[in-house]
């Protein structure tokens, strides 16, 4: 195999990792491994904060000209690390920044592992390291400062834990991603949120996780920023539902999670209008909550919206969606554009037999995923209502039941041959994807 080829396996292997070990254990393997990777520069362009200075420079003179990934905290560095970002100093931050400051124009990612972690700004201040031309993300990033001082030209992402930008926060207008994970002591002014996307006239991606949020704390007149500044009482904005388009909205929720959170969270939301809305819904026995509660608004409404809806929930089977709450047909009727629906939960009422035909002509792609409660009567039923119909433009073009527990390879293969490419199945158990016999005749198999 040609030194160029073992160079990019490297560089795939390096993209399935998140970490630097990769590297360092593929340059121990053997002679001729060493040589490549000493000579494959995206290996060494990740630099962490527990990197000594000789370390951190032979990182940096491996990897060439190629984009820097710095990572700014770590498990070790958490109990040095604080508050840096309220003025702290630490013993061990300032060598690291230091011995980085000269190849500040290479730096493309800044990352944090603890989400409560915050970018080190006042430090960097401090070294005058503030322009950062190829910077494309910060992952962690207190939204109420400024950066007046900073130059950020290729800036598209931020995470934080904040759902407040102060209005003269320079770079709202060029992001296109963002990224909010609160935790439960830091959720203040979910309301704010409304705002804050608004003023991001470029988004395309939100995502949001909610971990253990248990209350809006809510600011009052005392609240400031972590610089000083009093934080206004501010007034909802009020926008019109889904009148701003964007791709993809990603909402993690996670217990405990409070349901007046989350409601006040989904309408916080509601004037985007995604092209996709992934949610994925974990509940616990901590409350009497069912599934559907944390899907409807206040008014009874589902919340989910988007031409491809993806909906993956967690629960234990007391908090399952109930027989009156059909998660398909609730989905359908409740958003009347989707056109594809991604389901992964271990139910079997996901439509009844009385649901009318017409409520599903918008739906053409189904896939149903770990749904272990799922029957083969649950199919037929399904595919009887969205499949039967002899007008090729109505009902499903496409049918995906991957992993159902209760559906065997004989009903499945039958369906399948019924069917053909219309129907996409994996069994249960098995690692592959199979298709329908006529399918496999078709292309020689």
């Not at 040609?2 to 360092?24: C, N, Q, Y």
């Not at 962490?48 to 990572?71: A, V």
Request: hydrophobic letters at 35%; aromatic letters at 8%; charged letters at 25%.
């Amino acid at each position: 195999m040609p030194d160029e080829v073992l160079s990019l396996i490297f560089e795939s292997g390096h993209r399935m990792s998140t970490s630097w070990t990769f590297a360092k254990s593929i340059s121990q393997v053997s002679h001729r491994f060493r040589g490549v990777s000493l000579n494959t520069p995206l290996l060494w362009t990740r630099i962490f904060c527990w990197y000594k200075k000789d370390q951190i420079e032979t990182f940096i003179r491996r990897s060439g000209r190629k984009d820097l990934i710095i990572t700014t905290d770590s498990m070790d560095f958490y109990q040095s690390l604080p508050r840096l970002s309220s003025g702290g100093r630490s013993p061990k931050i300032k060598p690291f920044l230091r011995a980085l400051k000269n190849c500040t124009d290479r730096w493309s990612h800044i990352e944090t592992i603890e989400s409560y972690s915050s970018l080190p700004i006042a430090v960097m201040e401090e070294l005058n390291m503030v322009d950062f031309p190829r910077l494309q993300s910060i992952s962690s990033l207190e939204g109420s400062r400024a950066l007046s001082k900073w130059k950020l030209p290729s800036l598209s992402h931020v995470g934080g834990v904040s759902t407040y930008f102060r209005p003269e926060f320079p770079f709202l207008g060029q992001l296109t991603s963002f990224t909010l994970h609160p935790g439960e002591d830091r959720l203040k002014r979910i309301e704010c949120l409304t705002e804050t996307l608004y003023s991001m006239k470029s988004l395309r991606h939100f995502s949001i996780t909610l971990r253990g949020c248990c209350q809006d704390w809510g600011y009052t007149h005392e609240d400031t920023d972590w610089d000083g500044t009093v934080v206004p009482d501010r007034k909802g904005l009020i926008l019109d539902p889904h009148s701003v388009p964007i791709d993809l909205l990603q909402i993690h929720i996670e217990p405990p999670a409070d349901l007046i959170v989350l409601r006040k969270t989904f309408e916080s939301l509601l004037f985007l209008s995604p092209s996709t809305q992934e949610v994925y819904l974990e509940t616990s026995g901590r409350n009497s909550y069912a599934a559907e509660d944390f899907l409807l608004n206040r008014s009874h409404e589902m919340v989910l919206y988007g031409s491809t809806i993806s909906l993956q929930i967690v629960t234990n089977r007391a908090q399952l969606p109930s027989e009156d709450f059909p998660v398909l047909t609730e989905l359908v009727t409740g958003c009347k554009i989707v056109d594809s629906v991604r389901l992964e939960t271990s139910m079997s009422d996901i439509i009844h037999e009385e649901d009318p035909v017409e409520d599903f002509s918008n739906l053409h792609h189904l896939t149903l995923q770990h749904c272990h409660k799922l029957t083969e009567a649950d199919v037929q039923l399904l595919v009887q209502k969205l499949m039967g119909n002899a007008d090729p433009a109505m009902g499903l073009k496409l049918l995906e039941l991957i992993s159902c527990r209760q559906l065997s390879e004989e009903f499945l293969l039958d369906l399948g041959d019924e069917f053909g490419t219309r129907v996409k199945w994996k069994v249960w158990g098995s690692g592959t994807s199979i298709t329908s016999q006529f399918q496999q005749f078709l292309i020689g198999g």
